[in-house]
Every structure is written in C-alpha cells, then in structure tokens.
C-alpha cells in the first residue's frame, strides 16, 4: 500500500502482500478486502427520497392525503415497508399486493377507507409517480464505477428478481456488477446467511476477504458480520447506532474516494477511524 492514508486501495485483485516488517518485527496483517457485495435500495438505488418525492406528487392530486404532514406519511409509508413488505421466498404476498396493503392503511391514516380496487388505483398512481421521479444515490455509480476496477462488485437485496433487473437496466450500472443475488431467487432473504454465500460465491472470493455495504442494520450488518463478511453501515439518515461503535460507517457514497478507501481498507483499522464523514463541499 502507498500514500498517506492507511486505507488505500489493495491495487491488484489477488492482493498478496499481507505482511510488513516494522523495524524489525514482521507484522502480519488481515487480508485486504478482495470483494465488495452492496445493498440495493437506499445504498444503490435512493428508494426512501423517490418514496418521499411519490408521496409528495400523490398529494396534489388526492386532497386527502394532505391531512397529515408530508413528513409523516412519509415516515409511515417506510415503517411499512417492513411491517407490510413481500413474503419475496415465502410466497403468499407479492411486492404489488404489499404496496396496495400499504396505501390503503396511509388512506385509512387520512380518514379515507378505500375499497379494494379503489386501494389498487392508488397503489398505481404512487407507482407512477415513483417510476418518474425515481434516481440513484449521490455518487453510487461513481462509487461502482471506482470498485469495479478493483476487485468484484455484487448487489444482494431482497426483492423480486424482475423488479430489481429493471433497476440495474434504469441506473446503467450492469456493466460494474458481477453479479446481482436476488431474495426471490435464491429462496431466502438477508439476514440469512444463505443469501451472503451465493453473494460471496458469485464473486468468487472467500467471506473473510469481503466488505458488504448496505444501509440496514438488521438486514446488511447483522446479516453480512454473521456470515464471515466484514460489515460497513451505510448510515446516510444519521440514525442512532444500534451498537457500541464496533461497525464501520458510512454516511455518503461522496467523496467517492473517501468510501472506497473505507470499503477495501484493513479490517483491524479502529472502529471510530471508520467512520467516513462526508465532505460538506462535494455533497
Ligand atoms: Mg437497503
């Protein structure tokens, strides 16, 4: 490694240099990190902003749903996507039987109990909505375009394959992906550690020698430090720790730089150095 920071990128895919002589005394290091497995939404793919966007259009045109503040359906709407998300693997919900689920208990929030077809109406709209306004997270591609250069990059996210294809093909970044590991097809979601080893096995690199980057606590964290996998929480909302500091965290994918040294850098680094702060300048 060279340069000031000791977070510098491992240059090589099959980094070999794992130990130094320090005055004298050979010192031996962890392996550097050798791949890189992301989160999809809200890591990759900014889902809660285009959410917060969706609901703000929808507003304009249902009079009721402006009897709470944006700021609160907003918030509800994404405490329901865990309360009443798919059952992507389990079957029994799809994600469009989910989201009409969702709207009808917001409408129902705002005084409005909607029949069903009126519910899946409104699902649509917020649909429509959310397809237009939709965009990436500050600086992701960037951040992919960076890794992919030096060692394998695959998105695991938890959703339906078909909808999670068509927003690798939206965002353009198929071409820095070498692989995309979807709950739907592999039978089981993250936390599981099953969903991580087809993760690691698709790039083809060994659990210990791999950083996963995703913005969940229960779902990237816990379920990536479970499997072997070195976590980074990206933590972009400034949410409270759930830990003591023994995690690294990421709160922007800018300067781009900044988090690709974070994400390749040492594992035994000290937790609070692992924190990339943004730089207020490039956001
Ligand atoms: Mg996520």
Redesign the pocket.
Known sequence: MTGRSRFRLPRRRNGQALGTVLRGVARVEPPPCRAVLL?????IFD?SLTCRAAIAALRRTEPYLRARPLEALWQEYLGLLDAVGPRVGVGSRSVAEARTERWRRIAASCGRELPGPAAVELSRRYRDHYQRLRRAVPGARQLLEHLHRHVPVVVV?NNEVAEQEEKVRFLGIGPLLDGLVVSEAVGVGKPDPRIFEVAVSAANVPASETTML???WT??VLGARAAGIRPVWFNRFRRPRPDGGSVAELRSLRPVRRAVDLLLGPRETAPNRLVAREDASEL
């Not at 989160?39 to 890591?43: A, F, G, K, V």
Request: charged share 40%.
């Open positions: 989160d999809m939404d809200d890591t889902h996210t995703g913005d969940s779902s990237d």
